[in-house]
């Protein structure tokens, strides 16, 4: 776990090793959530078609894993 401390605009730096894993740059849009007493960072894809081409491939099918993130979107 890493500590950081926030500005006083409320702003947070991220990292280098996490912002390098997750490919954040500057100007990345990333997604706030709160979630059962957590803050939860979530970088958005740049391009969703692009990066998520060949996500399930030789894995399950997409249908499978659209009703277990339904299910655990429904558990929040």
Known sequence: MTIVKTTVKGQVVIPAKIRNKYHITS???????????????????????KEGKGIFKGGSSALKAL??????ESKR
Do not use: F, Q, Y
Not at 67 to 72: A, G, I, L, Q, S
């Open 67 to 72: 009703k277990n993130d339904r299910t655990e």
């Open 27 to 49: 100007g990345t849009e990333v997604a706030v959530i709160d979630r059962n007493g957590e803050i939860v960072l979530k970088p958005l894809l740049k391009d969703p078609i």
